[in-house]
């Protein structure tokens, strides 16, 4: 049986945007209760409306899987202004690096993810990326963008917009540094 519930819960209330880590941002449509194996859960019902998605939380589990509100402005902006700096793109093997950029998209945490869009985008006069730098890109591109949007009340394209015009005007990587990451990635 499933009953409707108070509308807030742990300072989450039903119709407020939340970032969970593992999906990004979507919204909480409703707090229920549901009986699972005799017990009697309360549960997050929350709706991931891109990917067609609806995951049920467990109150209790909140903390531990990371779920939090969306980020303030103050930490979009520090996010804007990371894409912005030098990439730093260490000098080991890559899969121990899309391990680490994975993790970070992963985290929920948007200072780590606009660190790994600021690691992998490559402008136009830079060599082309591998299929696999590629994805990582986009899935962290699309974190990022969904959580500014939300936070600024902008479409996606405006997002993608405001974060790809951040990235023109990071330092431009050397010819020499991009070989020595294409380099890397054929070592791998």
């Given at each position: 049986?499933?009953?409707?519930?108070?509308?807030?819960?742990?300072?989450?209330?039903?119709?407020?945007?939340?970032?969970?880590?593992?999906?990004?941002?979507?919204?909480?449509?409703?707090?229920?209760?549901?009986?699972?194996a005799?017990?009697?859960?309360?549960?997050?019902?929350?709706?991931?409306?891109?990917?067609?998605?609806?995951?049920?939380?467990?109150?209790?589990?909140?903390?531990?899987?990371?779920?939090?509100?969306?980020?303030?402005?103050?930490?979009?902006?520090?996010?804007?202004?990371?894409?912005?700096?030098?990439?730093?793109?260490?000098?080991?093997?890559?899969?121990?690096?899309?391990?680490?950029?994975?993790?970070?998209?992963?985290?929920?945490?948007?200072?780590?993810?606009?660190?790994?869009?600021?690691?992998?985008?490559r402008?136009e006069?830079?060599?082309?990326?591998?299929?696999?730098?590629?994805?990582?890109?986009?899935?962290?591109?699309?974190?990022?963008?969904?959580?500014?949007?939300?936070?600024?009340?902008?479409?996606?394209?405006?997002a993608?917009?405001l974060?790809?015009?951040?990235?023109?005007?990071?330092?431009?990587?050397?010819?020499?540094?991009?070989?020595?990451?294409?380099?890397?990635?054929?070592?791998?």
């Open positions: 049986m499933v009953a409707k519930k108070q509308q807030q819960r742990l300072g989450f209330r039903t119709g407020e945007p939340v970032v969970y880590p593992a999906h990004g941002v979507g919204m909480i449509v409703a707090i229920d209760e549901q009986e699972v005799g017990l009697v859960l309360e549960l997050f019902v929350i709706s991931f409306e891109q990917d067609k998605l609806t995951l049920r939380v467990p109150v209790a589990k909140v903390k531990s899987v990371g779920m939090r509100k969306l980020a303030e402005e103050d930490e979009v902006n520090k996010a804007l202004e990371t894409v912005t700096g030098r990439a730093r793109v260490k000098r080991t093997m890559w899969s121990r690096r899309a391990q680490e950029y994975e993790a970070k998209i992963n985290s929920g945490d948007l200072i780590a993810i606009s660190e790994v869009v600021r690691d992998l985008y402008s006069d830079q060599p082309e990326q591998s299929y696999s730098e590629r994805q990582l890109f986009e899935q962290a591109m699309d974190r990022m963008s969904r959580e500014i949007g939300a936070v600024r009340k902008l479409t996606l394209t405006e993608v917009q974060i790809e015009k951040q990235l023109a005007k990071s330092p431009k990587r050397s010819k020499a540094d991009a070989a020595d990451a294409e380099s890397d990635e054929e070592a791998a």
